[in-house]
């Protein structure tokens, strides 16, 4: 059921440059904790806060804040859908995911909803700050490794790659990651290493990748990628 969004005053009227911000989070008691934190200074104020999609939006309507703050809202991820829909309604809306874990594959879907960030739930005020102001001029809000990993992947769309046809559906980017790691000899632990995930997000990764070249082993899969990349030279 929607409930009302809280809108808040502001305990800071009379401060100059103060951030006005837009906290959205199912767990009441996480918004408490969070403006609580953000707040501590008087930089930044929250302006309202919402549970859900319907009064989220209503409150950006009503308050035209600064910067809306999403609880990516594990392990539905309810939050990228409310980021598509903002950037939908209110497409100047600058949007920061916020969430309990580092996961990648996450923070790439949450940038590709429209976000200029994505930070940890529990980052101490000084990062937390500095990723917020960043956000607000224009800087990506975003970790050194999760950068990384958007080069990278910029740098395999732009690399010539041989493209399977599986009959099971195409490759997912992440699942093309997996595969080319395979190929190189790389073991589940590896991987997840080296592309910061889960292992049993590795593993699902691994299956959809069988299934899709409709074949029961990781050397199956092996042989007819390389037999592939062969031919591309």
Not at 101 to 109: F, I, K, L, S
Request: net charge positive; charged share 25%; with cysteine.
């Amino acid at each position: 059921m929607s409930q009302t969004p809280s809108i808040i005053d502001s305990p800071k009227a009379g401060a100059q440059a103060v951030i006005r911000l837009v906290l959205v989070d199912r767990d009441a008691l996480a918004r408490r904790a969070m403006r609580e934190a953000i707040t501590a200074t008087g930089e930044f104020v929250v302006a309202a806060e919402a549970a859900g999609e319907d009064d989220a939006i209503a409150a950006v309507r009503s308050v035209n804040p600064d910067l809306v703050l999403i609880d990516i809202g594990y392990p539905r991820l309810e939050g990228i859908a409310l980021g598509k829909e903002l950037r939908r309604q209110l497409p100047a809306t600058r949007m920061v995911f916020c969430s309990i874990t580092d996961d990648q594959d996450t923070a790439v879907r949450a940038l590709r909803a429209g976000a200029v960030g994505y930070v940890r739930k529990d980052l101490d005020y000084g990062p937390l700050s500095r990723a917020l102001r960043g956000a607000l001029h224009g800087e990506a809000a975003i970790s050194r490794q999760l950068g990384t990993r958007l080069i990278d992947e910029l740098y395999r769309q732009a690399e010539p790659h041989p493209r399977l046809r599986p009959a099971g559906g195409a490759l997912t980017g992440r699942e093309w990651e997996v595969l080319d790691l395979l190929i190189d000899g790389a073991g589940t632990a590896e991987i997840a290493q080296r592309l910061g995930l889960a292992l049993e997000t590795v593993r699902s990764h691994v299956k959809h990748v069988l299934r899709k070249l409709g074949v029961g082993t990781r050397g199956e899969a092996i042989d007819i990628a390389r037999r592939l990349r062969a031919r591309s030279y």
